[in-house]
T-cell receptor, first 110, second 116 residues
Framework: GENVEQHPSTLSVQEGDSAVIKCTYS??????FPWYKQELGKRPQLIID?????GEKKDQRIAVTLNKTAKHFSLHITETQPEDSAVYFC?????????FGKGTMLLVSP | GAGVSQSPSNKVTEKGKDVELRCDPI?????LYWYRQSLGQGLEFLIY????????KSGLPSDRFSAERTGGSVSTLTIQRTQQEDSAVYLC??????????????FGPGTRLLVL
């Protein structure tokens, strides 16, 4: 099956700084790469995704970059705000099933 | 419209008892997923339903776990003879179900199960 790793497991930044979370996967057949945000006690919500025919996608302060050769994709958050504090999960897809990483806890301090 | 709903929101049970967890997907969504999230862990895939096709049960951790989906809509996840390690949040998600490519999954609020 797919092996997924996220780094770092925790990330603390000051408000206004940038944050980058990296996700590596093992199955070269993966073709869809979403990132989910889960606030404390709430359900995961999709924040950005990218398909395998695209190298980068941006939506306001967040972006995702994909390196299929190296089998990793990264979440970039610029100008971080306290409300960005949450756990972020990558979930590369093989077939029709997502395999979630263990999550990265992002803490943005005012 | 209404999102994915799950019930109960919280369930406390004694070890050895059976529990049933319910998921109501978004109307019209043909794909339905169950996940488990243990404290401080990522989401673990359990089972996937797509329309009338045979479900993908590859994530079920043991034969104590089963799920069904009646009429292509509501799904029930059943855990028999619960164990303490079954304590987790059980999340359901649905998607429109294009079957040819993966679509965004919409998650329910989860059922928090505690086995004493």
């Amino acid at each position: 099956g797919e092996n997924v790793e996220q780094h770092p497991s925790t990330l603390s930044v000051q408000e206004g700084d940038s944050a980058v979370i990296k996700c590596t996967y093992s199955d070269s057949a993966s073709n869809y790469f979403p990132w989910y945000k889960q606030e404390l006690g709430k359900r995961p919500q999709l924040i950005i995704d990218i398909r395998s025919n695209v190298g980068e996608k941006k939506d306001q302060r967040i972006a995702v970059t994909l390196n299929k050769t190296a089998k990793h994709f990264s979440l970039h958050i610029t100008e971080t705000q306290p409300e960005d504090s949450a756990v972020y999960f990558c979930a590369p897809v093989v077939g029709l099933t997502l395999t979630f990483g263990k999550g990265t806890m992002l803490l943005v301090s005012p | 419209g209404a999102g994915v709903s799950q019930s109960p929101s919280n369930k406390v049970t004694e070890k050895g008892k059976d529990v049933e967890l319910r998921c109501d997907p978004i109307s019209g969504h043909t794909a339905l997923y169950w996940y488990r999230q243990s404290l401080g862990q990522g989401l673990e895939f359990l089972i996937y339903f797509q329309g009338n096709s045979a479900p993908d049960k590859s994530g079920l951790p043991s034969d104590r776990f089963s799920a069904e989906r009646t009429g292509g809509s509501v799904s029930t996840l059943t855990i028999q003879r619960t164990q303490q390690e079954d304590s987790a949040v059980y999340l359901c998600a649905s998607s429109p179900g294009g079957a040819l490519f993966v679509e965004t999954q919409y998650f329910g609020p989860g059922t928090r199960l505690l086995v004493l």
